[in-house]
């Protein structure tokens, strides 16, 4: 099958920056759109940031020009960039790849177990 693990998250002070990082094994023969997505207590999972496996990015309002999102396709890793960082972004840090795991079959969409950020004021 495949895997999504997640590396990278941690606690900082506010102002500081953490970069997520976020790699997926087992049987991939492509991964389309790779994103980031997270949780805070008491409220949805919601989407930071996606690639596809073109460049093309997407962000969060809240996250804009503070975060960056990028992927290395031939280690089939997508990573998050966090600066500047706000204790609003505290909370579980969550992975999410579009994968085709074999020609004929239909893509699937995945996750990792998350990484906690926690942002100190």
């Known amino acids: 099958q495949v895997q999504l693990v997640e590396s990278g998250g941690g606690l900082v002070q506010a102002g500081g920056s953490l970069r997520l990082s976020c790699a997926a094994s087992g049987r991939i023969l492509i991964i389309y759109t790779m994103g980031w997505y997270r949780q805070a207590p008491g409220k949805q999972r919601e989407l930071v940031a996606s690639?596809?496996?073109?460049?093309?990015?997407n962000y969060a309002d809240s996250v804009k020009g503070r975060f960056t999102i990028s992927r290395d396709n031939a280690k089939n890793t997508v990573y998050l960039q966090m600066n500047s960082l706000k204790p609003e972004d505290t909370a579980v840090y969550y992975c999410?790849?579009?994968?085709?795991?074999?020609?004929?079959?239909?893509?699937?969409?995945?996750w990792g177990q998350g990484t906690q950020v926690t942002v100190s004021s």
């Open positions: 690639i596809t496996r073109g460049g093309i990015t």
């Open positions: 999410n790849a579009e994968i085709l795991s074999s020609l004929g079959s239909r893509t699937n969409d995945y």
